[in-house]
């Protein structure tokens, strides 16, 4: 009775388990989910940190606006001149972005940009600190318009161009391919790296604000 009770324990024993085939089929079912959620966690991911770069960029284009009021920064050297203002061509406040960088180019090199260092210093262009130190590189023009003044506390227009610090120059401006558009937050990849984070313009008040000043920099109200 004993040797007969431990053949039928040791019978038991080699059927249980799984057995190639099954653990085969286990394999092939999981591989299958994995290759199905994939590709959602890379999108997930890349959204993700794309959107935490234009998060930044955004706010190192604000602290770049908030030196160059408070004249922590020198002003850009680099002027664009605008046209003035018509009846049949007028410029608002409510011009969009484009309408002002429209025919400003993109940088060719690192040559004349500011710098957004890690530690959220802004340097000026002959100050700018080694690569790995750089987080972003801004590219700032006046853009001023026939006649006005604004060395002479007029103020002027500032547009505003945020690039990466691995930007492969030369780089492009916002409009240039995507619809015309910045760099999404969007994306499946590690986004562009010659396309601006943000592209901005602001007022830069000198001297005395008044609404003449301001149509002055408009080039007339309309």
């Known amino acids: 009775m004993k040797f007969k009770q431990q053949q039928a324990t040791s019978q038991e024993s080699s059927e249980s388990g799984f057995t190639i085939i099954e653990s085969l089929m286990a394999i092939i079912v999981v591989s ?5 959620i994939a590709p959602v966690l ?21 602290a770049f606006v908030d030196a160059i009021q408070s004249k922590t920064i020198a002003d850009p050297d680099r002027t664009t001149t605008l046209s003035a203002a018509t009846s049949t061509l007028p410029r608002t406040l409510s011009n969009n972005t484009s ?7 993109a940088p060719n090199n690192t040559t004349g940009l500011y710098c957004f260092s890690r530690n959220g210093s802004i340097t000026e262009p002959a100050s700018c600190p080694s690569q790995q130190n750089v987080r972003f590189y801004i590219q700032a023009i006046r853009l001023a318009v026939n006649l006005s003044e ?26 240039d391919g995507e619809e015309g558009k910045n760099q999404s937050t969007f994306t ?3 986004g562009s790296r010659k396309k601006p984070l943000v592209e901005m313009t602001t007022e830069i008040v000198r001297g005395q604000p008044s609404y003449g000043a301001l149509c002055s920099r408009l080039g007339g109200c309309q």
Request: net charge positive; glycine share 8%.
């Open 32 to 36: 299958i989910l994995l290759a199905a």
């Open 188 to 190: 499946g990849g590690l």
């Open 99 to 105: 309408d002002y960088l429209l025919n400003v180019p």
């Open 150 to 175: 604004p060395d002479k506390g007029q103020g002027y227009r500032l547009g505003i161009r945020v690039y990466r610090n691995d930007t492969n120059f030369p780089a492009k401006a916002a409009k």
């Open 42 to 62: 890379v999108l997930s991911t890349a959204t993700r940190v794309q959107a935490r770069r234009i998060e930044l960029a955004t706010q190192a284009a604000k």
